[in-house]
């Protein structure tokens, strides 16, 4: 399927509205004033910066003639504003209908390391308190540096993955009992579901525990198996396999965990995405049930960094996956970010 494409509008500036519109000279408007380009040459500066992008090595990118062709064609920022899901705004035109709406796009890469769909942050920590017999849990407590390990006065770390200290916890029975998490992003989940705190909360023990592949796919089959929220088995599988692509759909498409969400798409068209070999192809939220297949079939949960390297009293960013008292009870907080396979 193909949506004509009518033109492409920027707004990078306040108050500053650029329109690109298709045809042999490509027609670039800006508050009235206008000037023209052939086609052809988007056409080779997009191939030089494909090659460009191919042979770098690097995680940054350094293109002369891009940046000088930019400059012509008054592109002045790539990205979108960091709340912005939609990184693209294009009016296409709809043959079957005859309508023109302006549709918001998000642009997934492929030609580097594999997307994010949901970033970590401190907002995506989930925190699960350590529960069990009173004597294992005092038992944890006044041994925390063997179950999980620790760092040295010089600075030495040795703790332990988060697979290796979720195994110990378990050996010595304790099992993790979802506590809390961000309001605001408990909030946006339920919006999805009023139920899909809880859910997601086991996702992250399966996963963290190396239960079983690190895929959505893989995860959702073992929460099927596990059916935390105990319900009728036969139909347990269509209904975790739904909410679970309906939340893909909704991160995909609007939600943001550290921002309110009002259940509203701002990416209104759909993913855009650039294959290996260079080629654009999208998936049109017009079939949305395929677009949450290609979300549930490709992505992941990722682990994102610990900073392990640094003592207890000094780690900062998601400060995750250590056991800490609270009150006089044990927790752990397990954070979630998803990626694209």
């Not at 990078?12 to 004033?33: A, D, H, L, P, V």
């Not at 347990?236 to 969400?261: D, N």
């Not at 294959?275 to 677009?291: L, M, P, S, T």
């Amino acid at each position: 399927m193909f949506f004509p494409i009518i033109k492409i509008i920027r707004k990078e500036i306040t108050g500053k509205q650029k329109e690109y519109y298709t045809g042999k000279n490509i027609r670039i408007c800006i508050n009235g004033e206008t000037m023209e380009i052939p086609s052809e040459r988007f056409s080779e500066e997009a191939e030089k910066l494909l090659q460009n992008i191919k042979k770098t090595t690097t995680p940054t990118l350094s293109s002369e003639s891009t940046e000088n062709f930019m400059k012509i064609i008054s592109i002045e920022h790539l990205k979108s504003r960091r709340r912005d899901k939609a990184d693209i705004l294009i009016q296409i035109h709809d043959i079957q209908t005859g309508y023109k709406p302006n549709v918001g796009f998000s642009i997934k890469s492929k030609l580097g390391k594999p997307a994010t769909l949901l970033n970590s942050s401190k907002a995506t920590n989930f925190v699960f308190e350590i529960s069990g017999e009173p004597t294992n849990i005092e038992y944890i407590r006044k041994n925390l540096a063997k179950i999980q390990g620790t760092t040295t006065p010089n600075g030495e770390d040795k703790s332990l993955g988060i697979k290796q200290i979720l195994a110990n916890i378990e050996k010595l029975g304790g099992k993790l009992k979802f506590y809390s998490m961000d309001e605001r992003f408990s909030d946006n989940l339920m919006m999805t579901d009023s139920q899909m705190p809880p859910v997601v909360a086991e996702m992250l023990i399966v996963y963290y525990s190396g239960k079983t592949k690190n895929t959505l796919k893989n995860i959702v089959e073992q929460i099927i198996a596990i059916n935390p929220l105990s319900l009728k088995q036969k139909k347990a599988a269509l209904f975790y396999t739904h909410k679970v692509k309906s939340l893909l759909c909704s991160i995909a498409l609007g939600m943001i965990p550290s921002v309110e969400w009002k259940g509203t798409d701002d990416t209104t068209g759909g993913y855009i995405i650039v294959k290996e070999n260079g080629e654009v192809v999208a998936y049109h939220i017009y079939n949305r049930d395929k677009f949450k297949d290609y979300l549930f079939n490709d992505t992941r949960f990722e682990a994102p960094q610990r900073f392990d390297s640094l003592p207890p009293s000094k780690k900062k960013g998601f400060d995750y996956g250590y056991i800490y008292e609270h009150k006089g009870k044990l927790f752990i907080k397990l954070n979630l970010q998803i990626r694209f396979v």
